[in-house]
């Protein structure tokens, strides 16, 4: 099996040499003097257990810094510090993780300053803390309710803010195959929970047609949520299929890509929104999907799939004229093979939305389990590539990668700041190692005790 972070790492890096790669189109020299960022500090914050990988939060506000995590005994922490101190001041939650990556940890900060962390769940009731006081650690009340209704079987928590800087949080109710994502606003005046929708955001839990959706957004300059869908029918990844788009201002009022209006929930075989009619065991997988805005606002979507002759490719997808308009991008000479449910498959083929170009060319950076990887650079409006030498910042310095230690079997991961710091031109990122994600049903009978990795925050200038 080929690591989840090795895959990452595959994905991030600036080796573009490609054996046997088409039209595969290399970073110019200009582009690697462009990268002038650098590491100019690097601050510990703890020791973290690192025999299974799952993700950390990492969120700066103002003067203030902080990062949520496990420990090197699996044990939920919030740590915070000044940003001109390296002394950090940690809390212990009564949260043991679980040998399971679905497991995560997440972080948000609402507008007053109370701190909010959630996590360790996989179709588990609600785990959720808050502060007592504003940018203050030192004392996170176990709360473990929100609304009180659909929390006994949560997965994917999340934090993040809408147009007005109001706290959401978002997260699944039920399993895949059988569950609906809800989104929950924070009231600050009164510091309780409500729903934000009055409907599930996505429902796929119905009679005789039970699925679930994996979704991700981003964001465009005016606020914006461009949201990006597929389906599936059950655990097993191979069922994925449908790749959906809509887009709002504040998650209650949508568009389809057309400009129509459509509206919540969102549901399969809803032909207003559905961007690639890919059936289930097309090839499409839930974690390889993203979208990027060109430089004109308009949304592309990059996912993998199986061609006609069963191979997996990767596909962009553009809105033109009244419809979505699908273009192969590679040609590869592979078929993934679906195995296990999702963290015993082999690496496949992976890519990443990479950015825009100065010349407003889409960069794509790719690798595939044959050890190939590359570049390409193509055009927004005919998704056709493009022979030239694109242009483009690279996201980190060149150095991020290097170990932390020397210990065997570990990769190292990043976690990007939420929030941002006052600081002109530096910003954050929290590193530490891990050995390849697993799933809950593959734990040991035993949960080992280590191998323990250093977790740090990185100041880059």
């Known amino acids: ?118 996590g360790n769940m996989h179709t588990h009731p609600l785990s959720y803390f808050r502060s007592e006081k504003t940018y203050d650690v030192s004392h996170m009340v176990e709360l473990n309710e929100m609304v009180g209704q659909d929390e006994q079987s949560v997965t994917y928590p999340k934090f993040f803010y809408d ?70 029918w059950t655990p097993m990844v191979e069922t994925c299929h449908q790749l959906c788009y809509a887009t709002s201002p504040d998650l209650i009022h949508w568009k389809n890509a057309a400009g129509k209006r459509v509206s919540l929930p969102f549901r399969p075989d809803n032909e207003q929104v559905i961007v690639d009619h890919t059936p289930s065991k097309g090839g499409m997988h839930n974690s390889r999907y993203q979208i990027i805005l060109t430089k004109n606002g308009n949304p592309v979507i990059g996912y993998v799939k199986y061609d006609e002759k069963g191979l997996t490719q990767l596909y962009l997808a553009r809105f033109k004229g009244e419809q979505w308009v699908s273009k192969k991008i590679s040609d590869w000479d592979f078929r993934w093979k679906f195995i296990g449910g999702g963290d015993r498959m082999t690496e496949g083929g992976h890519f990443r939305l990479a950015g825009i170009s100065e010349d407003g060319f889409i960069v794509v950076r790719w690798g595939t389990e044959k050890g190939e990887s590359g570049q390409y650079t193509l055009d927004p409006e005919t998704l056709e590539h493009v022979e030239t030498t694109a242009k483009i910042e690279r996201k980190y310095p060149d150095d991020i990668y290097e170990r932390l230690s020397d210990v065997r079997g570990l990769s190292v991961n990043l976690s990007d700041d939420r929030g941002g710091t006052q600081e002109k031109g530096v910003r954050y990122v929290l590193k530490w190692e891990s050995k390849a994600p697993s799933h809950g049903k593959h734990a040991p009978k035993i949960i080992p005790e280590g191998p323990v990795s250093a977790l740090v925050v990185l100041k880059i200038r």
């Open 1 to 118: 099996m080929q690591l989840w972070i090795l895959l990452l790492s595959l994905i991030f890096t600036t080796n573009h040499s490609v054996a046997g790669a088409q039209k595969t189109s290399r970073l110019s020299e200009g582009e690697s003097k462009k990268n002038t960022s650098e590491i100019v500090e690097h601050i510990e914050v703890d020791s973290v257990w690192a025999a299974n990988r799952v993700v950390f939060a990492l969120h700066t506000v103002g003067q203030r810094q902080f990062v949520a995590y496990y420990d090197r005994n699996r044990m939920m922490a919030v740590a915070s510090r000044d940003i001109n101190s390296h002394q950090w001041q940690k809390t212990i939650l009564p949260s043991r993780l679980m040998w399971d990556s679905h497991n995560y940890v997440a972080l948000g900060i609402d507008e007053q300053g109370f701190i909010h962390v959630s």
């Open 163 to 232: 147009n007005m800087g109001r706290l959401l949080f978002s997260y699944r109710s039920g399993t895949c195959g059988n569950g609906n994502i809800l989104v929950n606003r924070y009231q600050p005046e009164n510091g309780q929970w409500v729903r934000h929708l009055a409907t599930p955001l996505f429902e796929g839990a119905q009679e005789n047609d039970k699925r679930a959706a994996y979704h991700t957004y981003t964001k465009d300059s005016e606020g914006n949520f461009h949201f990006v869908w597929m389906w599936r």
